[in-house]
């Protein structure tokens, strides 16, 4: 058995439209409709992104203005650049020089002769009768120029001051005078340091 399904109907507007037909305005076809959605939506969107136009304009305009003040410092560096390396070539020669001058500092600290040692016991040791007329000092070499009574005194002294440690070498040079006393000098070579 066949069922029949009512096809839907077209509902029919009756026209109402009084003009005589070539008064009438005439119909818009549906191409002519949708071009017109077309053309309105496509204003509509040009409208909208107007906004959105101008804020990426004044976002170009403030990076184009960061840019060039960054190049502007950039050139500013550059144009530095051969300071820095001028300064840079006399802290190096002020670090060779402050290099050469600790390490001269080091050998005269390890060289350093205790100069108030040797002069105490130059003078502390020296036995009953002697007398000093001089002391001269060169370099490392200390000569001390005196008169005693006799040779035995001399050599006292001498080796009195070796037994001190403060020297690397002692030598004796004496004369004996008409008057009988002896006339000597004792070379001491100082020990570098002046530590026993």
Known sequence: ??????????????DINILPEEYRRP?????????????????FGMYKLLPLRS???AERTSLEVSLAANQQELKSLQALEPQVKDLKDTIAKLESTKQDYQSAWDIFQKNQVKWRLILDG???????????????????TVTVHGLAP???SVLTY???LRLL????DLGVTYE????????????????LGGNP
């Open 1 to 14: 058995m066949a069922i029949n399904v009512p096809q839907k109907q077209r509902l029919y507007i009756p």
């Open 27 to 43: 119909a818009i076809s549906s191409l002519t409709f949708m071009l017109l959605l077309i053309v309105l939506f496509s204003v």
């Open 55 to 57: 804020q990426a304009a």
């Open 122 to 140: 130059i003078q502390g040791t020296i036995p009953q009768g002697v007398t000093i007329d001089s002391v001269l000092q060169k370099e490392f």
């Open 150 to 152: 006799n040779l035995n």
């Open 158 to 160: 001498a080796n009195t």
């Open 165 to 168: 440690s403060l020297t690397q």
């Open 176 to 191: 004996i005078r008409p008057e009988g006393n002896i006339s000597f000098n004792l070379n001491l070579i100082v020990r």
